[in-house]
């Protein structure tokens, strides 16, 4: 007999969860009533966005605005891998107490290959594995066995040198840009660090690339001088992805990079890497354990589970026909999915 007041960006639970819902915005309520009817006829236009922005299994894959990408597009399917990952297996030694340990396979035997300019989304349960390989095919870990190549090349047998150079080629995007981001420097010096870590341009001629790199994630100049407890989630998000983005890689490891913001901010950051993808033809390995929002940003998918891939295809065909009972209970789990959502 216990009440729940159930606070949450995520539409699909509330409406599972909840009988009746209480949208808020701004500090105020601006509608309320019994969770389907909110869900399926919103009568305020913010809960029509929120709705609307909602990724569900029912969405459709994210098109970015730009026109004449689709033919470039169609012929990169059959494109040369950009990253391919053969038979990784890694083990962490874990300890039993006394001298015992033994050793744990969280990643066991995978292998996926992601064309250019294609997005493969990792998704699977927490603890399935699937940061594990992000660190690998970062190179901030080492496989225990198997091989990562980027370009046809071997990023286990690179020297210290290539290995910095690949760190220009591939970057990072966690989930938590809070933590990633030092409270003490100014967003302008975040996002100019790489530069200065790799020694790209002079003062100049980075200041006028911190520009350019605001202005390519939509956030106005002037948070330059800004600090980042300054910032809402979104635009630290977004900073974060400035940052990624300014050693010009060709391929982006997001970890999670989106599960953090409420519909609104995620569905704006899904639209700029959908179209940061589309203008500068990047590959992305997109991690995360929501599959409403593979759904809408990815081309390709492989699901993980205790440390093994069970199932991979096109989101196509892994969302109309999963093979495996574990893909259908993630499709299951997720939150809402029954629900037609209604809205603008
Ligand atoms: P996911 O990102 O899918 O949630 P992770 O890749 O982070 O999963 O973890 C996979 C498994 O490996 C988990 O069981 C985790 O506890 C274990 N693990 C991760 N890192 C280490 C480590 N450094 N030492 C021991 N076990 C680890
Ligand atoms: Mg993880």
């Known amino acids: 007999g216990t009440s729940v007041l159930l606070i949450t960006h995520d539409l699909g639970l509330a409406a599972e969860r909840a009988d009746t819902i209480v949208v808020m915005n701004q500090g105020e309520i601006v509608e309320s009533g019994p969770s389907r009817e909110i869900l399926e006829n919103p009568q305020h236009p913010y809960t029509q966005r929120l709705v609307a922005a909602a ?24 494109a040369p891998a950009t990253v391919k990952v053969t038979n990784l297996v890694k083990e962490y030694k874990i300890r039993q107490g006394g001298f015992r340990s033994e050793q744990f396979r969280a990643v066991d035997d995978v292998s996926f290959e992601i064309p250019r300019g294609k997005t493969l989304a990792l998704v699977g349960e927490s603890g399935s594995g699937k940061s594990t390989i992000a660190k690998m095919v970062l190179k901030l870990e080492a496989p225990t066995s198997g091989s990562i190549e980027v370009d046809g090349v071997n990023t286990g047998t690179l020297s ?17 840009p809070y933590g990633s981001l030092d409270p003490l420097r100014s967003i302008g010096n975040l996002i100019a660090e790489p530069l200065n870590i790799h020694k790209v341009g002079d003062n100049a001629s980075r200041r006028a690339r911190v520009e350019e790199l605001l202005e390519q994630v939509a956030l106005p100049q002037e948070l330059a001088s800004r600090y980042p407890n300054e910032l809402s989630g979104g635009q630290r998000q977004r900073v974060a992805i400035a940052r990624a983005l300014a050693l010009k890689p060709d391929i ?11 519909v609104l901010v995620q569905a704006q ?7 940061l993808q589309s203008e500068l033809g990047l590959t992305y390995l997109f991690i995360t354990h929501d599959l409403a929002v593979v759904r809408v940003a990815a081309d390709l998918v492989c699901v993980m589970e205790r440390g093994k891939l069970v199932e991979q295809g096109t989101v196509d065909e892994i969302f109309a026909q999963p093979s495996q009972e574990y893909t259908r209970r993630l499709l299951d789990a997720i939150p809402g999915a029954s629900l037609s959502l209604g809205g603008a």
């Open 55 to 78: 990724p569900s299994i029912a969405s459709q894959r994210i098109q970015a605005k730009v026109e004449d990408r689709g033919i470039l597009r169609e012929s990169d399917i059959d």
């Open 160 to 176: 210290a040198k290539d290995t910095f150079n690949l760190r220009r080629r591939m970057q990072p995007v966690f989930q938590d």
């Open 252 to 262: 982006l490891v997001l970890d999670e990079a989106v599960s953090a913001l409420d």
């Open 269 to 275: 950051i899904l639209q700029l890497l959908a179209e």
